[in-house]
């Protein structure tokens, strides 16, 4: 089983859609967990930090459920500019982090 | 905020020759740099760890002897493909540790990646 699953998509959705993303991870004894985000051949940004009471940052809201070892990120009012790979970053200790393979988000006109 | 710098941002080499890559760190002093590779539509992969004034370490499957790393200052950590051959194409990503001011979270700073073709 891979330390961090993400569904890859890709996700197509209309602009000013609503759009939601699930990561599950192996490692109870994981940190932190985040939300990267990768654009076609460029390096992965951070999006947001994920919170354990969950946390909201303007369109985008990032959810941790530790019992069941999931990470979420909801996405409201998608604009085209949000087409990207969206990575879930689980921080398991000694500085090292594990990329789950992303999910592709895909907003049309 | 913290910024790394990576050279070159794109490579395109003949079999069998070595490929150096830098990154650097502008604005801060990074002990500690993490060197990933990414093929298409898969994951980073961590590849090793180098840490200033010390050897590297490497993950699981690396050759070490392929994957040389050095880490000679605290701004400066390079990696080099030697005898590169065709399956190392790919895109290198190295990132330096820091800490989120405002909540204090363990976060890495990207360097923008090198992609490397090997012909």
């Known amino acids: 089983r891979k330390e961090v699953e993400q569904d890859p998509g890709p996700f197509n959705v209309p602009e000013g859609a609503t759009v939601a993303f699930n990561c599950t991870y192996s490692n109870s004894a994981s940190q932190s967990f985040f939300w990267y985000r990768q654009d076609c051949r460029k390096e992965p940004k951070l999006l947001m930090s994920?919170?354990?009471s969950g946390n909201e940052d303007g369109r985008f809201t990032a959810q941790l459920n530790r019992a069941s070892q999931y990470i979420s990120l909801l996405i409201r009012d998608s604009k085209l500019s949000d087409s990207a790979t969206y990575l879930c970053v689980v921080y398991g200790g000694f500085q090292k982090l594990v990329f789950g393979t992303g999910t592709r988000l895909l907003v049309s006109p | 905020g913290a910024v790394v710098s990576q050279h070159p941002s794109w490579v395109i080499c003949k079999s069998g020759t070595s490929v150096k890559i830098e990154c650097r760190s502008l604005d801060f002093q990074a002990t500690t740099m993490f060197w990933y590779r990414q093929f298409p539509k898969q994951s980073l992969m961590l590849m090793a760890t180098s840490n200033e004034g010390s050897k590297a370490t490497y993950e699981q499957g690396v050759e070490k002897d392929k994957f040389l790393i050095n880490h000679a200052s605290l701004t400066l950590s390079t990696l080099t493909v030697t005898s590169a051959h065709p399956e190392d194409s790919s895109f290198y990503i190295c990132?330096?540790?820091?800490?989120?001011?405002?909540?204090?979270?363990?976060?890495?700073?990207f360097g923008a990646g090198s992609r490397l073709t090997v012909l």
């Open positions: 994920v919170y354990s």
């Open positions: 990132s330096a540790p820091g800490r989120q001011k405002l909540s204090g979270a363990n976060v890495l700073t």
